[in-house]
């Protein structure tokens, strides 16, 4: 009977956890929701986005793609809300998921972020979205994907699952405290984690393959303008990896912007730096006519 006691409050605990993750986005009137499309399927995995659009009014709307974080191997859609910058600018919003490190190991997750923004892509007319005015975001492994997302342009390396799209080019990536080099986050000198070794899989000692999922060594001068930012005190992915990111837009002429917050943790930002930040990526937007 007390077995039986513990098993019903872990089974409780369990549903109150996702429960709390789960959380409603609010947008403005006029705003429509579209939650679970299904944008790839693979084997017997669907990959879900949720869609948030503004009122169709003869131009097509600006988007942003966002992808949540969690090292790779957790987080959901639903965990993400901080969308009223974009609502209040008219964007549409596609909020992703991806497949995590327990279904399969890297490249996965950036096939899958590769087949959103072909989705996209290939519905922007009915969606009424101007591809042209497209913004990949994410934070820490989300923000990895990101970059992934939008600096893999025309390489079709990672898009066996969603083939047959040219001219694949985001206007912008959004990277908050991102990982720019997986290897260095595996085996560097400043931090290491076993999220990245895991998510490597049977591949974790295979540096060339390491550096093809890293976003540090896929810059090019056609590279899309990027906003970084970075918690100078992160402990959990090391702020030198944006310094690298930073140095290497640079070195290959791509507009860039890299915002440093003083002694900020791993998003655990102040709600001064928070309202700065938002405040600056949509200024760099304004300035790239987005």
């Given amino acids: 009977m007390k077995r039986l ?10 549903q109150k ?37 503004p009122p169709a009014q003869g131009k097509a709307s600006p988007l942003v793609i966002n992808i949540h974080g969690g090292g790779w191997n957790k987080g959901t859609k639903e965990s993400q809300t901080g969308f009223s910058s974009f609502f209040k600018k008219g ?71 969603c083939k047959g799209t040219e001219n694949i080019k985001v206007a912008a990536i959004i990277d908050k405290y991102g990982i720019t080099d997986v290897w260095d986050w595996g085996y560097g000198v400043h931090k290491t984690s076993k999220s990245a070794t895991s998510w490597l899989g049977t591949k974790a000692k295979d540096q060339d393959f390491a550096k093809s999922v890293s976003p540090l060594y ?26 690298a990111l930073k140095a290497k837009l640079d070195e290959m002429g791509v507009k860039n912007e890299f915002m440093t917050v003083k002694d900020g943790q791993h998003g655990k930002f102040s709600p001064e730096d928070n309202k700065e930040m938002n405040t600056r990526i949509m200024a760099f937007l304004k300035g790239l006519g987005l």
Wanted: negative net charge; glycine residues 6%.
């Fill in 218 to 243: 896929q810059i090019k001068r056609t590279s899309p303008p990027t906003f970084i930012v970075h918690g100078d005190a992160d402990p959990i992915v090391p702020y030198e990896q944006s310094v």
């Fill in 17 to 53: 956890s996702i429960a709390q993750e789960i959380k409603k986005v609010e947008y403005p009137q006029g705003y429509t929701e579209q939650l679970n499309i299904i944008y790839t399927k693979v084997n017997d995995w669907e990959g879900k986005l949720d869609l948030y659009l």
């Fill in 5 to 14: 006691f513990v098993m019903i409050c872990l089974i409780w605990a369990g």
């Fill in 91 to 161: 964007y549409a919003v596609a909020n992703i998921e991806y497949r995590l490190t327990g279904q399969t190991t890297a490249p996965a997750a950036i096939e899958d972020t590769r087949c959103a923004l072909i989705y996209i892509l290939k519905n922007a007319k009915q969606l009424n979205v101007d591809p042209d005015k497209i913004v990949i975001m994410g934070s820490s492994a989300g923000a990895h994907l990101a970059l992934m997302g939008g600096l893999m342009e025309n390489s079709h390396l990672f898009d066996s699952n």
